[in-house]
C-alpha cells in the first residue's frame, strides 16, 4: 500500500466563511467525509469542511471566531479520516487530536493537544500507549522520548502520565533498557507496537507489555503495570 505522509498545519488562517461540504465532480467525497459538528461543553466546536480542492479541520472558538488547524491539499481528500488528524478526545479545558502520519501500515500515529477555548496548540504528546476517552478521567500515558520529533537516539527507561487538566506530568521509571531489549526480541521499530490493549478497571489502567515474540498461545512473555489513577489527581 502506498504511503503518504501527513502535514500538520501550525499557523492558523482565519477565514470569514461557512462551512462547505461539496464538490460536485466527486461526489463520493460527500460519503467519506463527515461535516458533522463536533461540539464541546464550552460552545466550541470543531468540523470538516471541504470542495474539489482540499478537506480543513476548523476550529470554532466559543466567541465564534474560525481557524483552520489541519488540512490535506488537492489529491488527498479522500484521505481525509486515515491520513492527519483525527478528533480524539474533550477534556475540562483541551481537546485531544490524533494524527495519522501515514496512510497505510505500519506507523502509529501521535497526539496533539489544543485549546479549547482558544484553538491554540498546547503540546505535542508523541506516540500514546494509552488516552481516556472519559473527559472526568483526563489521563494520557506514553512511552518517554517516544515521538516523531526527536533528533537523537531515544532511551525509552520510563512512562509519562499526562494529567491534562492540570498540565502535570509524572514519570514512572521502567527497568532500565527493558524496552529496547523488547524491540530488539520482538524486531519491532516503535514500543508502542508492544503493548497489548489497555485494560481499564475503574479509576485502574492495566498495561501489558510483551518482552519477546510469544513462540505459541501459552506463551506469553510480558510485563504488567498498574496504574491508580487517583494517584495522578493532584
Known amino acids: 500500500m502506498k504511503k503518504l505522509v501527513a502535514t500538520v498545519i501550525f499557523s492558523w488562517v482565519t477565514f470569514a466563511f461557512g462551512q462547505n461540504c461539496r464538490c460536485d465532480t466527486d461526489t463520493l467525497l460527500s460519503e467519506i467525509i463527515s461535516c458533522d459538528t ?27 471566531k474560525e481557524e483552520i488547524i489541519f488540512s490535506l491539499g488537492e489529491g488527498l481528500q479522500n484521505m481525509t479520516g486515515r491520513l492527519g488528524y483525527i478528533y480524539a478526545q474533550e477534556y475540562k479545558k483541551a ?19 489544543y485549546d479549547k477555548k482558544t484553538g491554540e496548540l498546547k503540546a505535542n504528546l508523541g506516540r500514546v500507549v494509552f488516552y ?48 529496547e531489549r523488547a524491540l530488539d526480541a520482538t ?10 490493549e489497555p ?15 510469544p513462540k505459541n498461545q501459552a506463551d506469553k512473555p510480558v510485563k504488567t503495570i498498574t496504574l491508580d489513577l487517583k494517584k495522578y489527581s493532584s
Do not use: H, M
Open 187 to 196: 524486531e519491532r521499530i516503535y514500543p508502542e507496537y508492544l503493548f497489548d
Open 132 to 179: 481516556s476517552e472519559n473527559k472526568r478521567k483526563p489521563f494520557v500515558i506514553a512511552v518517554t522520548n517516544s515521538n516523531y520529533d526527536t533528533t537523537t537516539v531515544a532511551s525509552y527507561n520510563s512512562l509519562t502520565i499526562y494529567n491534562i487538566d492540570n498540565g502535570k506530568r509524572y514519570i514512572l521509571q521502567l527497568p532500565k533498557r527493558q524496552i
Open 38 to 64: 463536533i461540539k464541546f461543553d464550552n460552545k466550541a466546536a470543531l468540523y470538516w469542511s471541504f470542495n474539489c480542492d482540499s478537506s480543513w479541520l476548523t476550529f470554532k472558538s466559543p466567541t465564534n
Open 95 to 113: 481537546f485531544l487530536i490524533q494524527n495519522n502520519v501515514i496512510s497505510g501500515c505500519c506507523s502509529p500515529p501521535d497526539f496533539y493537544l
Open 199 to 213: 485494560i481499564i478497571k475503574g479509576d485502574t489502567v492495566i498495561l501489558k507489555y510483551y518482552l519477546k515474540t
